[in-house]
DNA sequence: CTGAAAGCGCTTACAG
DNA sequence: CTGAAAGCGCTTACAG
């Protein structure tokens, strides 16, 4: 391998191998049965590439070609399993599908937000999947305006097609569950963790109330913290529970790992002292939270499901706006 | 906001401020001080990109700059701390620096790197690092063949400068430590996970012996067992050591979060069994095996630090091949 | 203070 | 069966 200082071209190529661009172009994209170039030519012209460690410019094939072939997503996060496992996904189905997958994580911060989604059109995406986003709709137009076309996932936006979880399902069968294995005629039951100003947080606290209402308990609005998704203000907004009711609840729905990294050393502590420990639920999924922490009952969000039909909107290109909602799995130890 | 239905490009931009398209290129890349334009030209030349949502086409610039500002990363998975809190701390790192970061995961796949390298290079990458590659050396190749520099994290290899945790000292102190937990004079002690093959896994086992060593504790071949990463083969190796030992060991040295993973089912199994449960350590951090998995001592590394030194290095730009190592954490709930 | 023009490395009608 | 040439949207000497 002859370690050329410089990057080869397809017109070094060419005149090693005697021929011109247009037939190395079309060699290397392999259209040479259509072009019907000599088996003996080609064969020459991908041993040279080979040997020199040829690689086609990607940038100049975007600008010749007009578009990217890359596909790009806004994530808030990699620190959690559902979010990892969301770019995984993604990165594989957009292999798949022939397109370079690019992503990028935004913090749950607006201004990011709309600073990658600019980056990627700066790359000329062919299209722009939101995450989790804040504001999905302001995406939405900085895209329209470029002409691509974006989709949502987790949280939904109105311009675009959205795929979600069954939120409100899965946070009543989750109530339901954690209402049996608690036992009590009329638990304390607390709601923490996330926006009030998001879809998914309002769903699940509207699956909650319903669990709640099945069971005839009253809900005292001071017990529906949704405190936003940090750790530290879940824990210190059950702390700060705790104190006022000089107590912990019989039964605390958590919105997410991140929040329940939060609350997790005030249930130690509980543990610790010998007192009563609330009935934990989550609506997320961590193996090792699933494993070890006693009695928990977590929510499996179906990602691979989700990132299947995310994908089937993104072939199908209809411009009806669906937003579809993919069932969630209860998971625990018993 | 005049949804244009294709792409504003300089040019157009420039018929509209009534100007030519270098003028606007000085203007889009804050040149206009030194090219002296007016700065009545310049607002209105912003103005107007900020109107019809102009975004510079990347491509065209890497194709007539011939440079892309995209560095690149290779990643074994998402899926696990370490290797998320590296891919959002690149991804940090890159954007403070000026960069467009693309990170791609690659399974501990030797095909998959390479294919991923290859695309990276079409991509016109500054830098690729390859983090816990199979095979850096053949990547460094690959990348030098293009002129393309490369950095190794986690694991090293022997071309490029490499940053890496202190593995042999980090095994050192956790097994010491675990060695105090313990008690025993002569306990029966297991390390478990990894490769044989990877430079870290071979340190590690050495940081373990030593660590047995100097307690005078001999050990058998039969109980080290680097057994992939794979938290299936950790769960069977493990399950397997059991049976022909009648019983479990006495301490145990997980090299992964991963494997931890595959291992718990059967740590819980003995302790539901009120069976005696080896004292646990991992060379590894989670936040939730840390919080809940009793007397577990973790090992967490310094990703923070590892990615300063990294870019570091990047910027330094120097031939010279170094291999750093970083100071490791250990983390216990006493 | 500003513009015309060449060039980056491809792709793709088009002509033979 | 194959090549010359225009064009993708920028940047950057160069000339004024």
């Known amino acids: 391998m002859p370690d050329s200082p410089k990057k080869t071209t397809i017109y070094d190529l060419a005149q090693l191998a005697g021929t011109s661009a247009s037939t190395v172009s079309a060699v ?3 259209n040479w049965k259509k072009r019907r170039i000599s088996e003996a030519l080609a064969t020459r012209v991908l041993e040279l590439a080979e040997e020199h460690g040829f690689a086609l410019n990607m940038q100049a094939r975007a600008l010749s070609r007009e578009k990217s072939g890359i596909i790009g997503m806004i994530v808030p996060m990699y620190d959690n399993r559902y979010f990892s496992s969301i770019a995984q996904g993604f990165e594989a189905h957009a292999r798949d599908a022939g397109y370079f997958p690019i992503v990028t ?12 989604a600019r980056a990627m059109l700066g790359y000329q995406v062919e299209l722009l999947v939101c ?10 137009d900085l895209c329209a305006a470029a002409g691509v076309p974006t989709l949502n996932l987790d949280l939904p936006g109105s311009k675009a097609s ?13 109530t339901r569950k954690l209402l049996i294995q608690c036992g009590k005629d009329m638990p304390e039951a607390v709601f923490i963790g996330g926006r009030q100003s998001d879809h998914n947080t309002r769903e699940r606290i509207r699956g909650f109330r319903q669990a709640l209402g099945e069971a005839d308990i009253t809900i005292r609005d001071g017990n529906i913290l949704p405190c936003g998704y940090a750790a530290e203000k879940a ?5 700060l529970w705790q104190q006022s009711h000089h107590g912990s609840p019989d039964l605390l729905f958590v919105n997410s790992t991140i929040s329940l990294e939060g609350i997790l050393p005030e249930i130690e ?12 639920g989550c609506f997320d999924w961590d ?14 969000q179906d990602v691979k499901r989700m990132l299947e039909i995310l994908f089937g909107l993104f072939v199908k290109q209809s411009d009806e706006i669906e937003q579809i909602e993919v069932a969630t799995i209860l998971e625990s130890r018993d």
């Open 131 to 140: 995450t989790g986003a804040t504001d999905p709709d302001r995406i939405h």
């Open 287 to 300: 193996p090792f939270a699933a494993r070890t922490i006693d009695n928990i009952v977590m929510v499996k």
């Open 269 to 280: 502590k509980l543990r610790a002292e010998g007192a009563g420990v609330p009935i934990l």
């Open 235 to 239: 824990g210190s907004a059950y702390r």
């Open 105 to 116: 994580c935004t913090r749950r911060d607006p201004e990011l937000e709309v600073a990658a």
């Open 28 to 30: 290397i994209n392999g």
């Open 162 to 174: 959205s795929v979600i979880s069954e939120n409100f399902h899965g946070a009543l069968d989750l």
